[in-house]
């Protein structure tokens, strides 16, 4: 019998436990609220994006460059 590829299992592994469970439906609704918050908002807030204020590539270029060649002398 062939063995389904290892991300396959874990997901199967993690559906069947919270399908018998009594919160199983909830506690999924929680994880993927989560995710959300990790990756949607918290991006927003804590990553934004410095690279927009520049119109061309060759700007952003430079910016980069100067960022780099400061960080590095300090």
Same mark, same amino acid.
């Given at each position: 019998?062939?063995?389904?590829? =290892?991300?396959?299992?874990?997901? &199967? /592994?993690?559906?069947? %436990?919270? $399908?018998?469970? @009594?919160? %199983? $439906?909830? !506690?999924?609704?929680?994880? =993927?609220?989560? !995710? +959300? *918050?990790? /990756?949607?908002? !918290? $991006?927003? /807030? /804590? +990553?934004?994006? +410095? =690279?927009?204020? +520049?119109?061309?590539?060759?700007? &952003? @270029? @430079?910016? *980069?460059?100067? @960022? =780099?060649?400061?960080?590095?002398?300090?």
């Amino acid at each position: 019998m062939k063995r389904a590829i =290892l991300p396959v299992r874990i997901f &199967k /592994f993690y559906y069947d %436990g919270f $399908r018998t469970m @009594e919160w %199983g $439906r909830e !506690l999924w609704i929680l994880i =993927l609220i989560k !995710l +959300f *918050i990790m /990756f949607v908002v !918290l $991006r927003i /807030f /804590f +990553f934004p994006r +410095f =690279l927009n204020r +520049f119109d061309t590539d060759a700007a &952003k @270029e @430079e910016y *980069i460059s100067n @960022e =780099l060649i400061n960080y590095s002398t300090s």
